[in-house]
């Protein structure tokens, strides 16, 4: 069974950028859609950015991070990394990566769920 662990999470000010790593243990991501989800304090857990398996030749974004984020995938490394730039006050939240997606928008459709990484953005 796959195991999926963030991190690269932490405090940053509004304009800063971080990047976020997921990896994954006990299997392989190659053959999985992997997107990145995230949650903020009283709000439902939303899509962010997803890539589809193999090359990740395909890849969406939600409309609130297009332009300043980009998902992309390490085989190599095992590992699919978000990047995230121009960071607002409003992205502040706990970010968590799944795999196994059959459907990239609802978090329902994953298989496998890492803990989240807490990303906090002061204004």
């Known amino acids: 069974q796959v195991q999926v662990v963030e991190s690269g999470g932490g405090l940053v000010q509004a304009g800063d950028s971080l990047k976020l790593s997921c990896a994954a243990s006990?299997?392989?991501?190659?053959?999985?859609?992997v997107a990145w989800f995230r949650q903020a304090p009283g709000k439902e857990r939303e899509f962010v950015a997803g890539?589809?398996?193999?090359?990740?030749?395909?890849?969406a974004y939600a409309d609130p991070v297009k332009g300043r984020f980009t998902i992309s995938r390490d085989n190599a490394k095992n590992m699919v990394l978000l990047e995230m730039n121009m960071l607002k006050a409003e992205d502040t939240a706990v970010y968590y990566c799944?795999?196994?997606?059959?459907?990239?928008?609802?978090?329902?459709?994953?298989?496998?769920w890492g803990q989240g990484t807490q990303v906090t953005v002061s204004s």
């Open positions: 799944a795999a196994g997606c059959s459907a990239w928008r609802f978090p329902r459709s994953c298989a496998y």
């Open positions: 006990g299997g392989t991501f190659i053959d999985l859609h």
């Open positions: 890539v589809v398996a193999w090359s990740g030749g395909s890849i």
